[in-house]
DNA sequence: AAACCCTATCAACACCGCGTCGAGAGCTTC
DNA sequence: GAAGCTCTCGACGCGGTGTTGATAGGGTTT
């Protein structure tokens, strides 16, 4: 079962005991390579040895400081889903002052940014929740908070009346967000039916807004 | 390079020779153990042993059939899509009849039953996707074509003054048949955040009628 | 009927990636 | 200077993949 968490002495869960020595050094080469790595190539194609090798250790060494790799990859993800949160609460601060055209052009910008500026991760995120529970668990409480939100904003539209009735805010807020986590995906590996990098914000905000408020024009 | 084709005589490229003798049945019992299989537990679990045993056979025997797993479901993938294709070609004809809206609804349900009536099929084609190019470039051609079909609806209902402009037909195209994709694969799969099996359709029609005339009522 | 060939089969092998075990080496620190 | 940490790695076992070589049987050719 090569999952993750276990730990041996005490800390988080993932890495290894709270800190100390100069091995700490270590574990965040082990995490820099790996980041490194994800740019140039799936994960798949990424071995423990790599990892192991990038960070100028043995592969048993390796383990010391990571119960496997995707432990690392875990940890990875963790701290993009961290960073994407952090945009979230920006943009979602200017939805709720009032401006929810700009406002969600800017939320969808920030999330957008945030995934692109570590593309990498966030592939390996895509291909880790295929056969790892807690790297789907984990996806599953992003996409979760995404979905309440828009959620909430489609509701809060709806019923100051400037977005008119229709399915349940709650169910287009699914696949809204889904699409976009699929769009994007599609964008940063430049699979063959996909959307250019500088069209894809344009094309996603057109169809949120036509699908909140009926038409591309609010009200 | 465990990819696919390379064949040992002569055939399609996938399987073995054009035809003949009794081991033909073992083949077919490869690709209906395949089938059973990939509906009870993801491709990732499965491993050639398990399918040579499934029909009867040694796992060196397997390779005497196929060149390797992927080549198996690759097979099976193929004809699930071109099922999908016939069950479009059918929609077309009632969109083009001048139906758009009961016509698009049609459509998306015909490509949703597709998929759905081999669950296990559909999410090994998205796993596959990830590791193995030949995967990767037949379900490019098969998401092409939905995305030439849609624009082209998207087009026509435009020239007609029945849909308001906006985006390029194209990158909505993109955008929606993505959509699709996500949408059912979570669904298939019971993921966290995801549509009930008996609201998906009501969700995507409505998401693809708002983008495509701008409200839920055309024109 | 003996020689030959082609289909079909599998035991045994080589290889790779994972994760573990046990034996240290180098530091404190008492 | 012995005990006790942290850190390291050689060597192992496991499970998966794909290949090799030997072989058995049916079908023809001669």
Request: net charge negative; proline share 5%; hydrophobic share 40%.
């Amino acid at each position: 079962m090569p999952t993750a968490s276990k730990a041996k002495p005490a800390s988080n869960g993932r890495g290894r005991r709270a800190a100390s020595t100069s091995g700490d050094e270590r574990e965040r080469a082990i995490l820099e390579t790996a980041e490194r790595l994800l740019e140039e190539r799936p994960l798949s194609e990424i071995s423990v040895d790599d990892l192991a090798r990038g960070a100028g250790i043995s592969r048993p060494t390796f383990y010391f400081y990571f119960p496997s790799k995707d432990a690392v990859v875990l940890t990875i993800i963790d701290r993009l889903v961290v960073a994407a949160a952090d945009s979230r609460e920006e943009a979602l601060k200017m939805l709720a002052a009032g401006e929810p055209r700009a406002g969600l052009r800017q939320a969808l910008a920030d999330l957008y940014g945030a995934f692109r500026s570590r593309r990498g991760v966030s592939l390996a995120a895509a291909e880790l929740r295929l056969t790892n529970p807690e790297a789907r668990e984990l996806w599953s409480q992003v996409m979760e908070g995404w979905v309440a939100d828009t959620a909430a904003v489609i509701e809060a539209e709806r019923s100051r009346g400037a977005a008119p009735p229709g399915q349940p805010a709650r169910d287009l807020a699914i696949a809204l967000v889904q699409m976009n986590e699929r769009v994007q995906y599609a964008t940063f590996t430049g699979e063959s039916p996909s959307l250019d990098e500088d069209r894809v914000l344009d094309v996603l905000v057109e169809i949120w807004l036509r699908t909140i408020y009926g038409t591309a024009e609010p009200s």
